[in-house]
């Protein structure tokens, strides 16, 4: 049996054309688990209507916790020996519609292998300026069964949709989703990968993706905030996967932390680009990552870096509140009793008068 898992967060306008192309699967054993993530539209409504016709239907509604959430409690509950997932904002088949035999072609080729992997299809409803570097992004490398290497496993897209899993290898390392951060797929990807590496990917196209204005890479590219840089905290969390099952390989996960650096970087505007790199270095430092083979990032990690003019101005304010930081800790430790006074008078003055922003963010940390 199959568990197909479909996180569904106000996706009323998809959701019946996302059910339609899992129900007319060819493959017919399978356990269609919708988890509804707090939808505030009809999803839900929708959901129920499709279930009163097919008995294999399973729906989970809880609080809104995000789509890693959503996945993560359909996992704790998927009885199947393979694992898809389909977003409900998405559908199974190429750009025209579902054939049918998308699931059954996953799973002739994840026999004797651990995972199976089709081509993606991109419908774009907003960043169209994306399909050239999607269309390279995308491309699968590779044809057939293939025993990947560490350094070959972010060689194609981490997207947890249009793969079949095995969920024995899931349980064993007891594989989750990290919740509260975006780009789960990347930790997903990575982890899955480097304890079940012989991959079948084949040359059709099984799943169908939306852009649109309400997804979660919508927000990623418009550089607002600071979501680009949970890119870099994934990094943190595979370190102690890695770690915690003793498969942690320097080599691969210090080209990962540049990828991933730089993406954090690159995605977010410049007056933040100080707090992206003090926090680069902070987990560095944290984990205890060997970074002498890499000039960067051993620079990154001791505060002692040079890569332009315009970014070593970052890099510089960035170590000079790592050492105010330091200096405050000291001055505002938590039994101080007035602590949280000296705090709140600081934070409403940097506030008011709209100095040190990146200050008054440090500063807001402690409390």
């Not at 951060?181 to 079940?196: G, I, K, P, Q």
């Not at 932390?257 to 707090?275: A, D, E, G, M, R």
């Not at 170590?319 to 330091?326: D, E, F, I, S």
Request: hydrophobic letters at 35%; a positive charge; proline letters at 2%.
């Amino acid at each position: 049996m199959i568990s197909v898992i479909v996180p569904v967060y106000n996706c009323e306008k998809y959701i019946n054309t996302c059910a339609d192309s899992i129900l007319k699967q060819d493959f017919k054993d399978l356990e269609i688990i919708f988890v509804n993530d707090g939808s505030t539209d009809n999803s839900l409504e929708e959901i129920l209507k499709i279930q009163k016709n097919d008995k294999r239907i399973k729906i989970i509604n809880k609080k809104n916790g995000g789509l890693s959430s959503a996945r993560n409690a359909g996992l704790d509950i998927a009885k199947g020996e393979f694992i898809l997932f389909v977003d409900g904002d998405d559908r199974l088949g190429n750009k025209n519609e579902a054939h049918g035999f998308e699931i059954s072609k996953l799973y002739s080729a994840i026999q004797n292998c651990d995972m199976s992997v089709g081509t993606v299809n991109i419908i774009y409803e907003s960043n169209k300026d994306m399909q050239l570097s999607d269309s390279i992004y995308y491309k699968i490398p590779w044809k057939g069964v293939k025993i990947l290497k560490n350094n070959e496993i972010l060689e194609f897209h981490v997207s947890a949709w249009g793969k079949l899993y095995r969920k024995s290898i899931i349980d064993k390392y007891n594989i989750r989703f990290p919740e509260g951060l975006r780009y789960e797929d990347a930790y997903w990807h990575v982890c899955y990968l480097f304890v079940a590496n012989k991959v079948n990917f084949i040359d059709t196209c099984v799943y169908t993706y939306y852009r649109h204005p309400s997804g979660i890479m919508f927000d990623t590219f418009n550089k607002k905030g600071l979501n680009a840089l949970d890119h870099t905290y994934i990094c943190e969390n595979l370190y102690y996967f890695l770690s915690k099952n003793n498969i942690f390989d320097l080599y691969f996960y210090i080209d990962m932390f540049k990828k991933y650096f730089n993406f954090s970087l690159n995605n977010t505007q410049n007056i933040y680009h100080p707090y992206v790199i003090y926090k680069a270095g902070e987990i560095l430092r944290k984990c205890n990552i060997d970074t002498t083979s890499d000039t960067t990032l051993e620079n990154i990690k001791n505060g002692n870096i040079s890569i332009g003019n315009e970014i070593q101005s970052y890099i510089d304010d960035a170590y000079k509140w790592r050492k105010l930081k330091k200096i405050s800790y000291k001055f505002l430790r938590k039994d101080n009793p007035i602590r949280k006074f000296i705090i709140y008078v600081f934070s409403k003055l940097i506030k008011k008068y709209n100095i040190f922003t990146k200050l008054h963010n440090i500063i807001a940390n402690f409390t």
